[in-house]
């Protein structure tokens, strides 16, 4: 019989490998990310700065304060992909699995592959392909414009922001379909049938037995949507590198260009990445507290 000190240690030599790894690729990295963000270290030696000294907030009263306003403005960015995300791509994913799994429409195994599609290609590519298909005066938008209203203009530098929200739109939506296809397929069809039985309509069966049984599928995929939406980097980059005149510029690409472009400043790039991860963790506690407030019970 095992004694319980043996189990103990057992417990301790299958977890610890796993803990040392986790505490070295991610808690590691946040403490000194944060402790970095502090002082004035940016580059050493090499960039004419051997002395690394303690300056405490200096980096957060910049990035808050700043005349050019890059970090609100980034932030404003960030905000519409999350709301296009959680308030976009989860809804219309959500209508688009209801569809498919109630098999409403014919060619169902196609629509799904096309739909899922995007998401098994490089953001890279999407972000070529979109950025020749959007952002000229001589792209394919401008010549289905022209072609409606002959001697149109390009327009859209006054809201550069429209192109990247459609991709963002048009990219994820697909994610979402398969997770809600996936759980649609869990919920007992008889208790749908019964409903049906009774006289319930499509609408009450969705708003009465569909939605709570899939709460918690809202909740997680609300969270998956807002993460990925203040990560936004490598599509946006593509597309557009913050431009025109930085309008396009989001949390992580403003962290970038102010640790890598240019003279480096590595003190306010870890400065919003903290802030990034603040407003992640806000915003997923908000999304919770939503979920416990008006959603069902999966």
Request: contains cysteine.
């Amino acid at each position: 019989m095992t004694s319980l000190g043996e189990k103990k240690l057992s417990y301790a030599a299958l977890v610890t490998p796993a803990l040392l790894i986790y505490l070295a690729v991610m808690t590691f990295p946040t403490i000194f990310s944060v402790l970095l963000s502090l002082t004035n270290y940016n580059g050493g030696k090499v960039f004419g700065n051997p002395n690394v000294k303690f300056v405490g907030f200096n980096s957060y009263k910049w990035m808050f304060t700043e005349p050019t306003g890059n970090f609100y403005l980034s932030l404003k960015n960030n905000m519409l992909i999350v709301v296009i995300s959680v308030f976009g791509q989860i809804p219309l994913g959500f209508v688009l699995a209801y569809l498919l799994n109630r098999k409403l429409i014919k060619g169902t195994g196609f629509f799904q592959t096309m739909i899922y599609l995007p998401n098994v290609i490089s953001p890279i590519i999407i972000g070529i392909l979109f950025k020749s298909f959007y952002l000229n005066s001589n792209s394919v938008y401008m010549e289905i414009v022209r072609f409606f209203k002959p001697g149109a203009e390009y327009t859209l530098y006054n809201q550069p922001m429209i192109p990247v929200l459609v991709v963002i739109l048009w990219m994820y939506t697909g994610f979402y379909m398969i997770i809600f296809l996936a759980n649609l397929q869990r919920i007992d069809t008889s208790i749908i049938e019964a409903a049906r039985i009774d006289g319930a309509s499509e609408g009450q069966i969705i708003a009465r037995i569909i939605l709570p049984a899939l709460s918690g599928v809202i909740v997680t995929c609300a969270i998956l949507a807002i993460a990925g939406s203040l990560r936004s980097f490598d599509l946006i980059y593509i597309m557009t590198e913050g431009g025109p005149a930085g309008r396009t510029r989001v949390l992580s690409l403003y962290m970038y260009l102010s640790a890598f472009q240019g003279s480096p400043n590595y003190p306010l790039a870890n400065a919003i990445s903290t802030v990034m991860v603040l407003i992640s963790f806000i915003l997923i506690v908000i999304t919770r507290k939503v979920e416990k407030v008006f959603g069902g019970k999966e």
